[in-house]
């Protein structure tokens, strides 16, 4: 089993940055692949980015590309997700998640394939 908890959610105004966190405990070694996913009101779940846990491999969605970054720190097992530029549209609440076992990286952006998830933080932005 993996844990995960997100923090660093808030109201932010367009054109801000904003950090958003995720701390995975547990079977921690087991992980794979982490990634971020957001979801908005009345909307679907939508991919943002995700990062492979012992490679340097990222992937971003296209919307934020350019925007955002996905960093980890091994040491503290956790994954960052640095949003710059901030726009309404990217209001919703933003999911940590974590792939157990092998992944192919035409994958990493998709949620169907990860194996925990945290309950979310909240984003935010203000036009």
């Known amino acids: 089993q993996v844990q995960l908890v997100e923090s660093g959610g808030g109201l932010v105004q367009a054109g801000d940055s904003l950090r958003v966190s995720c701390v995975a405990s547990?079977?921690?070694?087991?992980?794979?692949?982490m990634g971020w996913f957001r979801q908005a009101p009345g909307k679907e779940r939508e991919s943002v980015a995700a990062?492979?846990?012992?490679?340097?491999?990222?992937s971003y969605a296209e919307s934020v590309k350019g925007r955002f970054t996905i960093s980890r720190d091994n040491s503290k097992n956790t994954v960052y997700l640095q949003m710059n530029s901030l726009k309404p549209e990217d209001t919703a609440v933003y999911y940590c998640?974590?792939?157990?076992?092998?992944?192919?990286?035409?994958?990493?952006?998709?949620?169907?394939?990860?194996?925990?998830w945290g309950r979310g933080t909240q984003v935010t932005v203000s036009s």
């Open positions: 998640a974590a792939k157990v076992g092998p992944i192919l990286d035409s994958n990493l952006l998709r949620g169907i394939w990860y194996d925990y």
């Open positions: 547990g079977r921690t070694f087991s992980m794979n692949a």
């Open positions: 990062i492979r846990w012992s490679a340097e491999r990222t």
